[in-house]
């Protein structure tokens, strides 16, 4: 029997949840065959920054100490912001590279649209998914720097709840801001894009030294509270290096909350105009 | 052959019930689609026939989700599309236009997640998508990349994708648009054979008149937004006159001629396209010596067709459906 049951209010959720997987085993056979791709992407950056910052650095002298009088290495004070940058982009490029493309010329996310579930659904699908992708990306980063690094790095999950609710944010922060992204720049624009979001938001985004030792420099400390990676790189701190002096856990997942909603209800509005006139 | 399917619509719901619809897509645009009725009953092949945005595509995307009518009552299968969106999507196939499969996936993932999103097991989905894939005749193509597909077959990838969860009414916008002349009669026979086979309905656009009169039970002539004329393409024949159509080739652009043929008793409308006027003569006799002498040593070609479907489409439109 191929036929399917053709009921209208009981089975419905059942329906939906079944053509939500459907879409789940779509993307999943799609990443499958792109993975060495994907690592390679998602590693790359991190793998040369702190093979240069944290190996080659020392190793010629020219190593870099953290202000502050916390004592621990840079490669401490790198490694949550490394994590936070990889949850981040890879969240906004699962998203974004793919839906311009489809949203664009091709309109290959027809198929997907007329799939039988609300259309928020399919744009909530390809934020679940890249959640999933930005957590992989975390999973594969975090070793890597300690692998590499020639200085101790003292990171230890001090909370796991924190590190789960800060990991679990950012990524969903990561996927909407990629389905804005998405819905907005055409195609061609994508790469402009990327160099004018990613690179400030990576540069500035408290990665590689910690949100409280900005106080110094305070116009930029107030500043850097609009950028969304702050939060991550500040919560994973929380997590994983509690020597580092860090903002309060509360402002951190609250920022994360309200971005999760905004970006969420914006980038699903988006999505729908795009697919529906 | 309509009519009798027409009856056993009595018992089912239409497969398609469009009452009033309206799509403006902006305040201040003229209406895209103005006001149309329409309904479709099962088992029928309704073609909408008309010239580039005359509506069709509008009208399709309005029926089948995708566009949000300004207003109008919208019944597919007896569900209101406005209000169960999703309810409807189990029930309706759709082949767009353009070529929108999934360019990162194979032919056959193509069809096997589509029945995955329908709500089909694993088995199933593969199944039936290798006899759909062997039913037109690309069963050795599933491993093919579709962005490598010629635009004949991912034609016909497209329509197999559309057919996996059965769905009761099938949309088909411009199908053969593009397509090489052995491949539209190919997919013109799969419409056919799913009608008999499956029993579905096929709501399809085009703008060849050959098309709508070979393939359709009932035709809807659309122009402006609005439908025309909405009856079987023999009627649509018969009523617009035993008229012919007159194709006058002139040496040289003659809009003077054009305003003197208008006045002729027996003439109705008067298409002018540079040097070329057709002109649709309603049937009063020895009328064609007329235009002839009228047009004199201008004329270099001279062309009379029985009435036909686009003889009537001038009637109507007063002017030709030339794509």
């Not at chain 1, 679940?128 to 975090?142: E, G, R, T």
């Not at chain 1, 609250?254 to 105009?273: D, K």
């Not at chain 2, 690309?138 to 579709?146: C, E, K, L, S």
């Not at chain 2, 009228?294 to 459906?321: H, K, Q």
Request: charged letters at 15%.
């Amino acid at each position: 029997m191929t036929t399917l049951s053709i009921g209208r209010g009981p089975g419905r959720a059942g329906i939906y949840a079944r053509a939500f997987w459907g879409l789940m085993l779509r993307d999943a056979r799609v990443l499958a065959r792109e993975f060495i791709p994907f690592l390679l992407r998602t590693i790359m950056n991190p793998l040369l920054f702190t093979f240069v910052f944290t190996y080659v650095f020392p190793k010629i002298g020219a190593g870099i100490t953290p202000g502050g009088a916390t004592g621990v290495s840079f490669a401490t004070v790198i490694a949550p912001g490394l994590v936070a940058v990889a949850i981040f982009f890879q969240g906004i490029a699962a998203v974004a590279l793919p839906l311009a493309t489809e949203l664009g010329g091709t309109r290959e996310i027809e198929d997907r649209v007329m799939a039988p579930l609300p259309v928020g659904m399919v744009a909530l699908e390809k934020v679940v998914w890249s959640s999933f992708q930005s957590i992989i990306a975390a999973a594969a980063v975090l070793p890597m720097v300690l692998l590499v690094s020639a200085e101790p790095v003292s990171v230890s999950v001090a909370s796991w709840p924190m590190l789960i609710a800060t990991v679990l944010l950012a990524a969903l922060v990561a996927g909407y801001l990629g389905l804005v992204i998405g819905t907005v720049v055409k195609p061609k624009q994508i790469g402009l894009i990327f160099s004018l979001v990613v690179v400030p938001v990576t540069f500035l985004g408290c990665t590689y030294y910690p949100w409280a030792q900005l106080g110094s420099i305070r116009w930029l400390q107030i500043f850097t509270l609009i950028n969304p990676l702050v939060y991550v790189s500040e919560g994973l701190r929380t997590a994983l290096t509690p020597a580092i002096p860090h903002m309060p856990v509360g402002a951190v997942i609250v920022a994360l909350v309200i971005q999760v909603a905004g970006f969420g209800a914006l980038g699903t509005w988006l999505f729908m105009r795009r697919v529906i006139d | 052959m309509w009519q009798h399917t027409t009856v056993t619509a009595e018992a089912q719901p239409l497969s398609l019930d469009l009452r009033d619809v309206v799509k403006r897509y902006a305040p201040d645009a003229p209406n895209a689609v103005d006001g149309i009725d329409l309904r479709v009953a099962r088992g029928e092949i309704f073609g909408l026939l008309g010239p580039n945005g005359a509506g069709k595509t509008t009208t399709i995307g309005i029926a089948t989700t995708r566009v949000r009518p300004t207003a109008g009552t919208v019944i597919v299968t007896g569900i209101d599309v406005r209000a169960h969106p999703s309810v409807a999507k189990r029930h309706i196939g759709v082949v767009t236009q353009f070529n929108t499969l999934d360019r990162a996936c194979t032919v056959e993932e193509n069809l096997y997640f589509h029945g995955r999103f329908f709500g089909m097991s694993r088995h199933i989905a593969h199944a039936r998508a290798a006899d759909l894939l062997a039913s037109f005749g690309i069963g050795d193509r599933g491993r093919t990349m579709v962005a490598d597909l010629s635009g004949g077959l991912a034609r016909r990838t497209q329509l197999a994708c559309a057919l996996m969860h059965h769905p009761e009414v099938l949309f088909l916008d411009e199908p053969t648009t593009g397509l090489d002349p052995q491949s539209r009669m190919a997919l013109w026979d799969s419409v056919r054979t799913l009608r008999e086979a499956e029993g579905m309905a096929v709501v399809l656009t085009t703008h060849y008149i050959e098309e709508a009169d070979a393939l359709c039970d009932r035709v809807a002539v659309m122009n402006n937004g609005k439908i025309l004329v909405c009856d079987t393409p023999e009627h649509i024949k018969r009523d617009s006159g035993d008229g012919v159509l007159v194709t006058l080739r002139l040496r040289d652009a003659n809009p003077g001629l054009a305003e003197q043929l208008r006045g002729l008793a027996g003439v109705g409308a008067v298409d002018v396209d540079h040097a070329t006027i057709r002109v649709h003569v309603t049937g009063t006799d020895g009328i064609v010596p007329h235009v002839v002498a009228l047009a004199g040593a201008d004329l270099r070609d001279l062309a009379v067709a029985e009435p036909s479907l686009e003889t009537a489409f001038i009637a109507l439109t007063g002017r030709a459906l030339v794509p």
